[in-house]
């Protein structure tokens, strides 16, 4: 029979073992991490969907999330202020789209210098080594898919615009190459006026729109580079009186977006899925910070052509946010 002393050892030594084990993986037994993630612009539905998949594998993982981000500009004027007082909070990790490919780089290497990992989703830096990982979409071959589905939808042949928002802008700038290199290959009869910039603001947008509408009085279609200079496009196109005659294919799938690929004045949307993003950066988070560092340095997440023919499938819902 065991001595007393030794039996009480031995249910200590079975108890602070199994606490370790219970520590050691993700989910509710991992120590209640706090991240704060930082949109490149938090009023837009793209970044709010993010930070929802994000939510979601919060809660999955027993965590806690902060979503912050400027309600009033896509820029790293108001950006690098709220990841400054980021940086000061101490969080155990950050996620971040920054909205500059170098203007964010010295802010974001200030929080991996105080000891702060670095996720990147949706945007990148001109040197993103500094982060764990980061996730996104290949926007390259989006901007290829948006020029096939224009060049599609005007017979091959016609005037085509980009409508961008900030230059310097990761996805943006990608987008274009995309669309620009497969409009220059493939279709020789359609003339590309190329990208006009509106600072993410879908008034602006609604402005150019009209100015090339002006210039341009020929115009067959516009590729938009993101949802919120879409809507001011498709407005501006409304108003014209152009809705349906002139050819809109629009990186994203917002409510609002999927409304106007339903009633026609929307061509084809490429659609992303940033709910996937937020929720890989947590996975991904987590598992970096519980001592798993075999993550890869950059995750391309999938995306398809919506278009009204089949928005309404099973297989594009998780596409559509």
């Known amino acids: 029979m065991l001595k007393r002393g030794y039996t009480v050892g031995l249910l200590i ?37 993010l930070n929802k998949g994000a939510q979601a594998e919060a809660q999955k993982e027993g965590i806690t999330v902060d979503f912050e981000g400027s309600t009033t500009a896509f820029s790293p004027a108001t950006q690098i202020p709220i990841l400054n007082a980021a940086i000061a ?11 500059d490919t170098v203007a964010l780089q010295a802010p974001l290497q200030q929080a991996v210098n105080a000891g702060i990992p670095v996720i990147l989703v949706d945007t990148t830096l001109q040197n993103p080594s500094l982060a764990v990982t980061s996730i996104a979409f290949d926007n390259v071959a989006g901007g290829a898919q948006a020029a096939d589905a224009l060049a599609q939808a ?13 230059p310097g802008t990761s996805t943006g700038d990608d987008r274009v190459k995309g669309f620009d290199q497969e409009m220059a290959s493939k279709y020789p009869n359609i003339k590309n006026l190329g990208p006009t910039y ?24 516009v590729f938009t580079i993101n949802g919120v200079v879409g809507d001011g496009v498709t407005a501006a196109a409304r108003e014209a009186g152009v809705e349906g ?48 560092h075999n993550i890869q340095k950059q995750y391309n997440t999938p995306q398809m052509i919506i278009t009204a023919q089949n928005v309404n499938d099973p297989a594009s819902q998780p596409f559509e946010y």
């Open 13 to 49: 030594l079975l108890a602070a073992t199994l606490a370790a084990c219970g520590s050691s993986g993700s989910g509710q037994g991992s120590k209640h991490y706090r991240f704060v993630y930082i949109a490149g612009i938090a009023s837009d539905p793209y970044y709010i969907a």
């Open 89 to 99: 909070s101490k969080p155990d990790l950050i996620m971040i789209a920054p909205t």
């Open 154 to 166: 005007i017979g091959g042949k016609g005037k085509v615009a980009i409508v961008h928002t900030t």
């Open 245 to 292: 005659k002139l050819k809109l294919v629009e990186y994203g799938s917002s409510s609002s977006q999927l409304a106007g690929l339903k009633n026609g004045t929307v061509t084809a949307c490429i659609g992303p899925s940033p709910y996937t993003i937020g929720q890989d950066a947590v996975q991904y988070g987590v598992q970096y910070l519980n001592g798993d």
């Open 198 to 221: 509106t600072g993410d603001d879908p008034t602006r947008a609604a402005a150019v729109l009209k100015a090339l509408l002006t210039a341009n009085p020929d115009l067959s279609g």
